[in-house]
């Protein structure tokens, strides 16, 4: 084969030459180097005209523009990918608002921006609206990376460059737990169902959004055992019944009949699936949960978390007997984690109480 020549390359074709054996020369004219055959002739070099240079530029024309990827094609790109598809349900909640807020402020923004470190600064800018929330903040860099680091194992970045930046939400509450006191001030304020809700992540120490989920079918006679959300549903929850979890659920059992026994038969409700309900005997969503708890515990002034509920079923597995290996195994914690409740709580706790017993045998 033979390329055009140097005329020919300026002119932008691309002319080949294909020889046969025996017959004439086949010369092909391509509009550019690996663009599209405009012409096949035979013998003679075709000549440079102006109906293939004419055709040359039409082909061009009919390429599709070319398109500088952005931020805001990067996250359409993540949200039909097949990791998007296998990511929980509160994840994708969580993740979608984060993306929505990284679009306003980086949407149009050419990828190619983030493979310059010193794009952390516009970032970190961003960031910092969220500061006087720590977590909300750290969950901007956390769903930003996550972005990156997708687009980074399909070849179309460098490593993240915001990889390695601190989280500003450092607070250790492994050791902070709900107290008689943080009970009386709280239950008050809040409805009959949240105050059940209370109560219930106190006996069980399961996490808010397998609470709100748990169904009476996963109750058993000596333990609640029940496929949580926790590592995308295959982590099974094991929670000894304890005498007053079993009390717990009949009072919600006797409520549910005496509201229905106050309605007429055609307005009846059949018991939830899950046993926590709102008030209107429908499984609570996870953003109604937390506005009825948060309007609660900003009335009574509580300044504990829902999450410290289970280091209080901690203390409540600790004064039933159990040690510290098998509390953690049922709430998934490190055992150190359960001997610091230990250690600030429950031998406290014992100590006091066997000083009381001493000072009231003393009188007798």
Same mark, same amino acid.
Request: aromatic share 8%; hydrophobic share 40%.
């Given at each position: 084969?033979?390329?055009? #020549?140097?005329?020919?390359?300026?002119?932008?074709?691309?002319?080949?030459?294909?020889?046969?054996?025996?017959?004439?020369?086949?010369?092909?004219?391509?509009?550019?180097?690996?663009?599209?055959?405009?012409?096949?002739?035979?013998?003679?070099?075709?000549?440079? #005209?102006?109906?293939?240079?004419?055709?040359?530029?039409?082909?061009?024309?009919?390429?599709?523009?070319? #398109?500088?990827?952005?931020?805001?094609?990067?996250?359409?790109?993540?949200?039909?990918?097949?990791?998007?598809?296998?990511?929980?349900?509160?994840?994708?909640?969580?993740?979608?608002?984060?993306?929505?807020?990284?679009?306003?402020?980086?949407?149009?923004?050419?990828?190619?921006?983030?493979?310059?470190?010193?794009?952390?600064?516009?970032?970190?800018?961003?960031?910092?609206?969220?500061?006087?929330?720590?977590?909300?903040?750290?969950?901007?860099?956390?769903?930003?990376?996550?972005?990156?680091?997708?687009?980074?194992?399909?070849?179309?970045?460098?490593?993240?460059?915001? #990889?390695?930046?601190?989280?500003?939400?450092?607070?250790?509450?492994?050791?902070?737990?709900?107290?008689?006191?943080?009970?009386?001030?709280?239950?008050?304020?809040?409805?009959?169902?949240?105050?059940?809700?209370?109560?219930?992540?106190?006996?069980?120490?399961?996490?808010?959004?397998?609470?709100?989920?748990?169904?009476?079918?996963?109750?058993?006679?000596?333990?609640?055992?029940?496929?949580?959300?926790?590592?995308?549903?295959?982590?099974?929850?094991?929670?000894?019944?304890?005498?007053?979890?079993?009390?717990?659920?009949?009072?919600?059992?006797?409520?549910?009949?005496?509201?229905?026994?106050?309605?007429?038969?055609?307005?009846?409700?059949?018991?939830?699936?899950?046993?926590?309900?709102?008030?209107?005997?429908?499984?609570?969503?996870?953003?109604?949960?937390?506005?009825?708890?948060?309007?609660?515990?900003?009335?009574?002034?509580?300044?504990?978390?829902?999450?410290?509920?289970?280091?209080?079923?901690?203390?409540?597995?600790?004064?039933?007997?159990?040690?510290?290996?098998?509390?953690?195994?049922?709430?998934?914690?490190?055992?150190?984690?359960?001997?610091?409740?230990?250690?600030?709580?429950?031998?406290?706790?014992?100590?006091?109480?066997?000083?009381?017993?001493?000072?009231?045998?003393?009188?007798?």
């Amino acid at each position: 084969m033979e390329g055009a #020549t140097g005329q020919l390359m300026v002119a932008g074709l691309h002319i080949v030459r294909k020889l046969r054996r025996g017959q004439p020369a086949v010369w092909y004219v391509y509009a550019w180097r690996g663009g599209p055959c405009i012409l096949r002739a035979e013998g003679q070099r075709p000549k440079i #005209t102006a109906a293939l240079t004419d055709a040359a530029a039409e082909k061009r024309r009919e390429l599709p523009a070319v #398109t500088v990827e952005t931020i805001d094609s990067l996250i359409e790109q993540f949200r039909r990918s097949a990791e998007w598809g296998r990511v929980s349900k509160a994840t994708k909640v969580n993740y979608g608002t984060w993306l929505d807020r990284i679009s306003m402020r980086f949407g149009k923004t050419p990828l190619g921006v983030f493979t310059d470190r010193r794009v952390r600064q516009d970032v970190l800018e961003w960031r910092d609206q969220w500061a006087h929330q720590p977590r909300s903040a750290d969950a901007a860099i956390t769903c930003f990376t996550r972005l990156l680091s997708w687009a980074h194992d399909r070849g179309k970045l460098p490593p993240s460059v915001l #990889t390695g930046i601190d989280r500003l939400y450092e607070a250790d509450r492994s050791d902070v737990i709900w107290q008689a006191p943080d009970f009386a001030a709280f239950m008050p304020h809040a409805s009959v169902e949240m105050q059940e809700a209370v109560e219930l992540a106190s006996l069980t120490g399961l996490r808010r959004g397998d609470l709100i989920r748990l169904p009476w079918s996963a109750v058993g006679e000596h333990a609640i055992l029940w496929k949580t959300g926790k590592s995308k549903g295959k982590a099974t929850a094991r929670v000894p019944m304890m005498e007053e979890t079993k009390a717990l659920l009949q009072r919600i059992r006797d409520r549910h009949a005496a509201a229905m026994g106050a309605k007429r038969p055609d307005r009846r409700k059949p018991l939830p699936d899950t046993i926590l309900s709102n008030s209107h005997w429908q499984p609570w969503t996870p953003s109604g949960f937390g506005s009825r708890f948060n309007d609660a515990k900003t009335a009574s002034k509580v300044e504990r978390n829902f999450h410290d509920l289970r280091g209080t079923f901690a203390t409540r597995c600790m004064l039933a007997g159990l040690n510290d290996q098998e509390i953690a195994d049922i709430l998934g914690w490190k055992t150190v984690e359960v001997a610091a409740i230990r250690v600030k709580y429950v031998d406290q706790t014992r100590v006091v109480i066997e000083l009381g017993k001493r000072i009231a045998a003393a009188k007798i």
